[in-house]
């Protein structure tokens, strides 16, 4: 029988697919993985309601959190602050659960620091034009958002090198990449029974 449970960390640049994996993995009841919802101080967008994907918090009440300590990790990302509430992880592993969290890569290298078990998988297109096309490509974001976004995936395909996994998420091969991360997962369980 395993001690703890695994974190898995997913990252990778805007557009490429990892939060449509990480809700599908979510809802795989033979993965039976944790998720975590995490803090924000980011705005609201119509339909999204807190407890959800994120939590809305004030400023304030980040700072509380982390002068508490209770962040595993946060970072400023894109006018907003985003951080993945320690005691939610710690419990579900310490419960023999697995915990699957979707951070940017700046997270992942914190989060690495203070746990170097977890198996970090990076999820990105088939090539850095790929990325940009995704990008620009987006009828959710204005010219602007659209290129601080492709700056900041020029930045994170760089962090690829740190990561345990590597998975290319081609167009239209949704249910394929996810089939596949959730073979990365399932292998390593099985390693350990």
């Known amino acids: 029988m395993k001690k703890t449970g695994k974190l898995f960390i997913i990252s990778g640049p805007s557009q490429v697919g990892k939060d449509s994996v990480v809700r599908t993995l979510k809802k795989n009841k033979a993965l039976g993985l944790t998720g975590i919802v995490t803090n924000t101080t980011r705005a609201k967008r119509p339909g999204e309601k807190s407890g959800v994907e994120l939590n809305f918090l004030t400023d304030k009440k980040f700072d509380e959190l982390i002068k508490k ?42 989060v690495v620091k203070q746990m170097p078990q977890a198996i970090t998988i990076f999820i990105t297109a088939e090539s850095t034009n790929e990325v940009r096309r ?4 987006s009828k959710k974001m204005t010219l602007k958002q659209k290129k601080y976004r492709w700056q900041e995936a020029q930045k994170e395909l760089k962090a690829i090198k740190h990561y345990d996994y590597i998975i290319i998420n081609r167009w239209g091969k949704l249910a394929e990449t996810t089939k596949r991360v959730a073979n990365i997962i399932n292998k390593l369980n099985n390693a350990q029974s």
């Open 134 to 137: 995704r990008i620009f490509l």
């Open 69 to 110: 300590g209770e962040l595993l990790e946060w970072a400023y990302v894109r006018g907003g602050r985003f951080g993945t509430p320690k005691k939610p992880v710690i419990s579900a592993l310490n419960k023999r659960q697995d915990v699957i969290i979707n951070i940017d890569v700046q997270g992942t290298k914190k």
